[in-house]
């Protein structure tokens, strides 16, 4: 739905309260979710361990980002002005990258005794 909505030129951003934007938000918590479920159940093998790492902060990077777009949405300043709003979305684009890093590494690498 999103997709289709910027396809025809209209606007999709984290936090805002069109039907595009509640669509995009929705779908950045439920990832959250999912990874820190994912976090705190993998499978704990001596290989888990960056998994789990990897999950969390995908987790933890989703989770600041919807924040930060639900902050900024709500802001009655330009958010690219504001220190604190760049730090946070600054944290939370590093802590994804961390996190696909991390995963990638751990599923890259074969569990020992395999």
């Given at each position: 739905m999103a997709i289709g909505i910027a396809v025809r030129?209209?606007?999709?951003?984290?936090?805002?309260g069109q039907p595009s934007s509640l669509v995009v938000t929705a779908s950045l918590i439920l990832g959250a979710a999912g990874f820190a479920v994912l976090a705190l159940a993998a499978h704990r093998a001596p290989g888990g361990r960056g998994r789990r790492f990897g999950f969390g902060a995908l987790a933890?990077?989703?989770a600041v980002t919807v924040v930060s777009g639900i902050l900024s949405a709500a802001s009655t300043v330009d958010p690219l002005?504001?220190?604190?709003m760049l730090v946070l979305s600054g944290f939370g684009t590093m802590?994804?990258?961390?996190?696909i890093i991390a995963t990638v590494?751990?599923?890259?690498?074969?569990e020992p005794g395999s």
């Open positions: 030129g209209g606007t999709v951003y984290v936090g805002g933890v990077g989703l002005e504001s220190l604190p802590a994804i990258i961390v996190g590494m751990s599923l890259a690498t074969p």
